[in-house]
Nanobody, 125 residues
Framework: QVHLVESGGALVQVGGSLRLSCAAS????????VAWFRQAPGKEREFVAG????????YYADSKRARFTISTDVAQNSIYLEINNLQPEDTGVYFCAADPRYAGTWHSTHEYQYWGQGTQVTASS
């Protein structure tokens, strides 16, 4: 129905910046909400940021608001996550997610129907 492919993950020096991209394909017209999550090995998947497909109504985890920015480009079927001032604790696999439902709990992994395979982000000194 909807396919998501992340890219842009890399090994980045602490303090650097990184832009992750998520390419959406398939029936993208059905997308209502999109989000970024991240997950370290052995840990729960953690919500980072979410927004409407139209890029209105952005929502960030409180601990992420200062350094993370989510945006969309509907014409390009893309979702982006800008990470600034990368810290070691930012290391993990970053996933984009999408859901056709307008209403939902932004931070819940159970309320997104479509997921990408993830892209690895590593912050190192």
């Amino acid at each position: 129905q909807v396919h998501l492919v992340e890219s842009g993950g890399a090994l980045v020096q602490v303090g650097g910046s990184l832009r992750l991209s998520c390419a959406a394909s398939g029936r993208t017209i059905s997308i209502s909400r999109v989000a970024w999550f991240r997950q370290a090995p052995g840990k729960e998947r953690e919500f980072v940021a979410g927004t409407r497909w139209s890029a209105t109504g952005t929502y960030y985890a409180d601990s992420k608001r200062a350094r993370f920015t989510i945006s969309t480009d509907v014409a390009q079927n893309s979702i982006y996550l800008e990470i600034n001032n990368l810290q070691p604790e930012d290391t993990g696999v970053y996933f984009c997610a999408a859901d056709p439902r307008y209403a939902g709990t932004w931070h819940s992994t159970h309320e997104y129907q479509y997921w990408g395979q993830g892209t690895q982000v590593t912050a190192s000194s």
